[in-house]
C-alpha cells in the first residue's frame, strides 16, 4: 500500500490557481476543505474504480491506496488528478452563485449590466477543467491498461 498526504496534492492545487485568498485562511478552514473535497473526489466512480483498495485517514490526512494498474508514475497521477478535482470543486460555488444571476446597476447614469458574459465564462472554464479532469482519467487508463507494453 502507498501512502499520499492531501497537503501534496493541495500544494499542486494551489499552483494551479491565482487564489490569494487562501493564503489568509486559517490551517483548519484548509484541513476541513482538503478532507471535504479529497472525500468527495475519491467517492467519485470514476475515480473509485481505478484501485484495486484506497482508504482516507481524515486525522492524519492521508490516502493509503493500491491502484488495479499499477504504473511508474502512480503517486504524480493521484496528484494530479486530485488537484484537478479541488479546482472543479473550488469553482463550483463560482458557477452556482446567486451574485452571477443578478442583474447589476452600475454607474453614474446607472446604466443596467447582465452578468451572463461573466458566467459563461466561469462556466467555460469549469468545463474546461472537468475535461481536463476526465481526460486525465482516460489517458491513465489508456497507458496503463495492461495491452500497452514497455
Known amino acids: ?21 487562501f493564503m489568509n485562511v486559517d490551517e483548519e478552514y484548509i484541513a476541513s476543505k482538503e478532507n471535504e473535497w479529497t472525500r468527495h473526489i475519491i467517492g467519485m466512480p470514476k475515480v473509485r474504480r481505478l484501485f484495486s483498495s484506497i482508504s482516507l485517514n ?16 502512480d503517486e504524480d497521477f493521484i ?9 472543479i470543486l473550488w469553482l463550483e460555488p463560482y458557477v452556482n452563485s446567486t451574485l452571477n444571476l443578478k442583474q447589476v446597476f452600475s454607474g453614474k447614469e446607472e446604466k443596467f449590466y447582465s452578468q451572463s458574459a461573466h458566467l459563461s465564462q466561469v462556466q467555460e472554464l469549469y468545463k474546461l477543467n472537468y475535461q481536463k479532469f476526465d481526460k486525465h482519467i482516460r489517458d491513465y487508463g489508456s497507458y496503463f491498461n495492461g495491452f500497452i507494453k514497455d
Open 1 to 21: 500500500m502507498n501512502t499520499l498526504n492531501y497537503s501534496t496534492a493541495f500544494e499542486h492545487f494551489l499552483n494551479l490557481i491565482t487564489e490569494y485568498d
Open 58 to 73: 481524515a486525522e492524519e490526512q492521508t490516502i493509503e491506496y493500491s491502484m488495479k494498474n499499477s504504473g511508474a508514475y
Open 79 to 87: 496528484i494530479d488528478l486530485l488537484a484537478l478535482g479541488y479546482v
